[in-house]
């Protein structure tokens, strides 16, 4: 009897552990992937969760598998983020060992994104910095205005506009040095900022925030299919 159970805690262990296995296998597959087709430098950390894995690769169906991607996989500025969980994703056993997954059907995804603010300085060019100013930005940059140099800061708030991240200045003034307010005013205008935020999947932008590191972006997509390009 002792030994009966003795066999039975093996064969377990080793169930658990060809589990684990196959997982880890899946999600180096699907990392190399990711990078592959995303042209990335780096590959993205994947989780697909759920216990036991193989009834789900037998299935064809994964509950919840999440996406993570640091700055240096990205080919971004310090500070650049993307974290995305794909939920009901569902991938047939044959496609994945035959090799041929064209499309993947996918329930939900839901994501956030941290563009950093180095990212969006250089967007704006010069000598531009950003940074967290309660629920707004504060922006900093030396312009050019009718041949005159000035040093400005600003406020401003972020928003959406469709897919384009807007960051609108409300309020400008010399940095440091007195500027006359019409050259203020004339210049405030090269603070104001529009970043395309290009999406692929069928994903949308459901929403964005300051953060400590960068201006993080909500998204989401509902009965998607991630296609092979």
């Known amino acids: 009897m002792r030994a009966l159970v003795v066999l039975l805690v093996l064969l377990v262990g080793l169930g658990v552990l060809l589990d684990r296995v ?25 989780e697909i969760r759920g216990f036991p894995f193989l009834s789900q690769a ?37 496609s994945v060992v035959s090799g041929e997954v064209r499309e993947v059907p996918v ?62 200045v409300e309020r400008a003034s010399g940095a440091g040095v007195d500027v006359p307010g019409f050259l203020v005013e004339r210049a405030s205008d090269l603070l104001d900022l529009r970043y395309p935020v290009e999406l692929p999947f069928g994903l949308r932008l459901t929403g964005v925030s300051p953060a400590d590191d960068g201006v993080e972006v909500r998204v989401e997509a509902r009965d998607t299919v991630l296609a092979a390009e």
């Open 22 to 46: 196959a997982v880890g296998v899946a999600e180096g597959q699907v990392a190399r992937q990711i990078a592959a087709q995303g042209d990335l430098p780096g590959r993205p950390e994947v």
């Open 107 to 168: 329930d939900s995804i839901d994501g956030t994104a941290t563009l950093s603010y180095e990212l969006l300085a250089q967007e704006l060019g010069g000598d531009t910095t950003l940074r967290r100013e309660g629920d707004g930005l504060r922006i900093t940059r030396t312009v050019e205005v009718f041949g005159v140099t000035l040093p400005l800061t600003a406020v401003g708030t972020v928003g959406l506009d469709g897919d384009v991240l807007v960051v609108d």
């Open 58 to 94: 037998f299935g064809g169906r994964y509950r919840d598998v999440r996406i993570s991607l640091t700055a240096e996989q990205l080919g971004r500025p310090e500070g650049t983020t993307a974290d995305v969980v794909l939920r009901g994703v569902r991938l047939p056993l044959s």
